[in-house]
C-alpha cells in the first residue's frame, strides 16, 4: 500500500480534462485583465483596447460558466467522488466567482474612473500593483490546479498567496501616500484611491479562497 495520496479522480480522465480546461480559462482571464489594466492606463476607458479586454473577459466567464455546469452534471450523474464531490463543487464555485470579480471590478474600473491623464502621475504604481495582485490570483489558480493532483503540496502553493498578498498591500500603501501628497484635488485623489483599492481587493479575495482551499486539502491528505 502506497501512502501517496491516491489521484482524485483515478482513472476518470475525461472529467480531469474538463476540469482542467476549466482552471485554464481562469487563468486565461488572467491575462485579459492584466492586459485591460494596462490599456486602460495608457489610453484611458476610451481605448478599443479596454473594451475588447473587457469582452473576452465575458466570453471566458460565460464559457467557463457552461463548463461548470457540465462538470456538476457528470459528477452527479456518474455518481463520482461521492465522499469529496462538495468539496471539488465549492473550489470551482470560487473561481468562478473569482474570475466573474475580476470581470466586474474591471468593468466598475472603466465605467467609474475613464481615467483623466492625471493617473499617469502614477502609471508605473499602478502597473506594479496589478502585476503583484494578479501574482497572487496566479498562484491561487495554481494552488487549486495542484488540489486535483497532489493535495499535500497545496500549502506550498497557499504559502506564496499570502506572501503576494502581503506585498499587494503594501505597494497599495505606499501608492495611496504618493496620491494623497501630490497637489492634486480631494476628489481626484479618492478616484486613484478608488482605483487602487479595486486591484488591492482582488488579492483579498485571493487569499480568502487560499484559505478555504487550505482546508480543503487537509481533508483531502487525510
Known sequence: MTSETPPLFGKTRFLQGLIDEFIDKVTEGTIYLEMGVNAYLDGGADSPDCEEKLQQIVDTKEYCAGLRRRILTLLYTEMLIPDARGDVLKLLGELFTLLDEMGNNYEDLIIEHPGER????FREDFIELNAIALKCVRAVILAARTFFRDPPAVRDHINEVRVFESETDKVAR?????????????ERKTQLRDVTNILDKLADKAENLGDNLAIFAIKRAL
Open 118 to 121: 492625471t493617473h499617469l502621475n
Open 174 to 186: 505606499r501608492l495611496k501616500k504618493k496620491i494623497y501628497g501630490s497637489d492634486l484635488s480631494f
